[in-house]
């Protein structure tokens, strides 16, 4: 399985953007999913956002809940990240995951990771 995010830039306080993950290969699981995590300079790489791909259920971190919506094209394979009123604490390489484990919320539930894309928020 391979994942190739793309979509990152260079963006103003409050602006937008829409980051895109596409995934080759074929992965059976019942309770496949895709997330998007990130990780800012010098921390620690946090959850973002998951879809569970069958279904469509959705799960945000607080942080984040209310501006970016996570979304689906199952016929091409691709999952997105809508970034809306961008704060320069969003500013971090984004990545996104596919696993099949037990939490939404763990980076350890996920098997398969994208090259990772940059997003910067400036003040």
Same mark, same amino acid.
């Given at each position: 399985v391979q994942l190739q995010a793309s979509g990152g830039g260079l963006v103003q306080a409050g602006g937008s953007l829409r980051l895109s993950c596409a995934y080759s290969g074929r992965t059976f699981s019942y309770n496949l999913r895709m997330g998007w995590f990130r990780q800012a300079p010098g921390k620690e790489r946090e959850?973002?956002? &998951?879809? +569970?791909w069958s279904g469509g259920s959705t799960y945000y971190a607080d942080s984040v809940k209310g501006?970016?919506?996570?979304?689906?094209?199952?016929?091409?394979? !691709?999952?997105?990240?809508?970034?809306?009123?961008?704060?320069?604490?969003?500013? &971090?390489?984004?990545?996104?995951?596919?696993?099949?484990?037990?939490?939404?919320?763990?980076? +350890?539930?996920?098997?398969?990771?994208?090259?990772? !894309?940059?997003? !910067?928020?400036?003040?």
């Open positions: 959850f973002v956002a &998951a879809i +569970r501006r970016f919506a996570i979304s689906r094209d199952n016929a091409k394979n !691709t999952v997105f990240l809508q970034m809306n009123g961008l704060k320069p604490e969003d500013t &971090a390489v984004y990545y996104c995951a596919q696993g099949g484990g037990s939490s939404y919320f763990s980076d +350890r539930s996920y098997d398969y990771w994208g090259q990772g !894309t940059q997003v !910067t928020v400036s003040s």
